[in-house]
T-cell receptor
Framework: EAQVTQNPRYLITVTGKKLTVTCSQNMNHEYMSWYRQDPGLGLRQIYYSMNVEVTDKGDVPEGYKVSRKEKRNFPLILESPSPNQTSLYFC?????????????FGPGTRLTVT | SQKIEQNSEALNIQEGKTATLTCNYTNYSPAYLQWYRQDPGRGPVFLLLIRENEKEKRKERLKVTFDTTLKQSLFHITASQPADSATYLCALRKRGATNKLIFGTGTLLAVQP
């Protein structure tokens, strides 16, 4: 089954404790992206990757890092989480976004930073 | 400034009626526009794509229109069912910007039995 998986699904952590949210897709997509979703603000892009070893900032990259060492994986790293990073996070992948291909979203990771 | 706007108020309709959701944008030149469905606690799921040179697309009970003069897309669900209740997101990609899909904040649709 074609899918995007994320782990963990739920995470409660404390300010400053480094964490990683994993994302993996099994569709051989070159494009992957991370979003955060907050009430009233919609989905906002954090980082994206057009291919292995190619990453770039989205609209809200501050406080986040990513890496793309393999085509299937695109982890999101919070080096020093802060309460304003409490949010619902989604990973997504797409085959050819420039051609209108749909984005496949993961199930989401709900992060709470206290 | 560039904006995508969807009805922030929930849309309540009776089962069997046609639901119409609106997506307006300003200061964009979209290459295409997509509509997604999102259920509570889940990731968005793609429904339909309409390109800048298309006026209308259909898929089963779903219809999307695209008016680049009005800078508006309408999303219709005919013969609505309670199972159609969800949040619907529009998203557009600017011409030449392959990396970015810009989302609206979504409209919550509630179909009453």
């Amino acid at each position: 089954e074609a899918q995007v998986t994320q782990n963990p699904r739920y995470l409660i952590t404390v300010t400053g404790k480094k964490l990683t949210v994993t994302c993996s897709q099994n569709m051989n997509h070159e494009y992957m992206s991370w979003y955060r979703q907050d009430p009233g603000l919609g989905l906002r892009q954090i980082y994206y990757s057009m291919n292995v070893e190619v990453t770039d900032k989205g609209d809200v990259p501050e406080g986040y890092k990513v890496s793309r060492k393999e085509k299937r994986n695109f982890p999101l790293i919070l080096e020093s989480p802060s309460p304003n990073q409490t949010s619902l996070y989604f990973c997504a992948s797409s085959k050819r976004p420039g051609q209108g291909d749909e984005q496949y979203f993961g199930p989401g990771t709900r992060l709470t930073v206290t | 400034s560039q904006k995508i706007e969807q009805n922030s108020e929930a849309l309540n309709i009776q089962e069997g009626k046609t639901a119409t959701l609106t997506c307006n944008y300003t200061n964009y030149s979209p290459a295409y526009l997509q509509w997604y469905r999102q259920d509570p606690g889940r990731g968005p799921v793609f429904l339909l794509l309409i390109r800048e040179n298309e006026k209308e697309k259909r898929k089963e009970r779903l219809k999307v229109t695209f008016d680049t003069t009005l800078k508006q897309s309408l999303f219709h669900i005919t013969a609505s069912q309670p199972a159609d209740s969800a949040t619907y997101l529009c998203a557009l990609r600017k011409r030449g910007a392959t990396n970015k899909l810009i989302f609206g904040t979504g409209t919550l649709l509630a179909v009453q039995p």
